[in-house]
């Protein structure tokens, strides 16, 4: 009975069950439309914009309108993070990283790598050179592999994992200033885990943290088991790492952000919320964090790409005027060049308007929209919910960089556009995430036509569900621009 009442002035929802409270009526939706989100739009259209859940032991809020979205983003009540087994098992059992951290922890842990990621990059030139040189390569692999086919000026290309390589080498050239060959075998394994890693889980927890008994009594089945092992292989190529910095490691002569984390772990000044683990933990928030967004929304983006070649080729045109074709594009050509601007957002708008944002949790009993939020609850932006609205976005389901042109020609952000999440907890990543998009994708169009290779269907934008969606394996047939 308890377990069936709902809090005075909770968000409406459908009926709690004892134990399951709404997990069945949400895995039935899901089951119907495919998707977690698409679930919940469809309890948003009964219920309005904020649906209050509770799905095991979990009581979950999930907005799906912009004013929700904006004052749960701003509200510091929800700036706490989700607790319990889920979040806790991936970082040695206690809680440690950036991303599902909050409170005084967070605060001083997010504050330090965000000043030292500036130093190493993050909108100042370094950061620039270190995407530079990855587009670079990426274009010169593209071309080595025209070069091998058969009539050397085109070849059918694998699209979906493309740009994972070049994104994760960013990444971890800051991190750990290493970088790794797209043929690499250890960077491939870590691809891989990191792959399989995003299929098997949801932003808003797994069947073992709503439930958590199922650890003990069906750790395979609830997805414990290969939850536990995937991170156990993360956390070893990581240690691996960080030992050989020690090793080689000189005090006041960083080389990048493990570096200067290890010589903060030195220091007098050294508070209680540093540790090696907690290094580990924000290294592999790092990967976990920017790997697969970036690079699935640049699947997203190519994907798009094949299917409006009009849009490809406005883009062309606009590459050959502002750069030409005797050097690259670099990032300093940015102002000048607002629809590659506009791709990169329409880019990260269809990739995130088919998931939520990393949930949030209320440190206190406060107000959402006027409802009660008991302390504790989950609150969870459906950001597919508001970047698909179409009071919002002129036919949103076409791929359309345009909407983010002025009359004047110039860049527009509509106030709804939050793909990269908005207040205290907003994307550490952004400018790099935002800065791979482009070059790669400037870099790629100015060199080669892409299109549905001759007797395929064209690809389909379905994509595959799972903590950030991916789109399926497409094929693309990649020709030497004329
Ligand atoms: C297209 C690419 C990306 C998208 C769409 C994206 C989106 C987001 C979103 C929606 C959040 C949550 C905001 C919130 O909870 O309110 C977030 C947080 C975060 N992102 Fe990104 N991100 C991207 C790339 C990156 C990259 C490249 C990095 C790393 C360098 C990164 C690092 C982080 C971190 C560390 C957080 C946690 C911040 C915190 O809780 O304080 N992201 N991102």
Known sequence: YMDMRKPKNYPPGPKWLPILGSALTVSSLRKQTGYLYRATICLAESYGPIVGLKVGKDRQVVCCGYNAIKEMLTKEEFDGRPQGPFYETRTWGTRRGLLLTDEEFWVEQRRFVLRHLREFGFGKRTMAELVQEEAVQLVEDFKEKIKKSKDGKGEIMEMRDAFSVGVLNTLWSMMASKRYNSEDKELKDLQALLTELFANIDMVGALFSQFPFLRYIAPEASGYKTFVNIHQQVWKFLRAELDSHKDTFILNQPRDLMDVYLQMLHSDDKKESYSESQLLAICMDMF???????????????????????????????????VGRDRLPTLNDRPNMPYLEALVLESVRVFMGRTFSIPHRALKDTTLQGYHIPKDTMVIANFAALLNDDDVWDHPDRFCPDRFIGCDGKLIVPDEYLPFGYGKHRCMGQTLARSNIFLFSACLLQNFDFSVPAGQAPPSTLGVDGVTPSPGEFSAYVSLRS
């Open 288 to 322: 976990m964090a920017g790997s697969e967004t970036t690079s699935k929304s640049l699947g997203f983006g190519f994907l798009y790409l094949l299917l409006n070649p009009e849009v490809q080729k406005k883009a062309q045109e606009e590459i050959d005027r502002v």
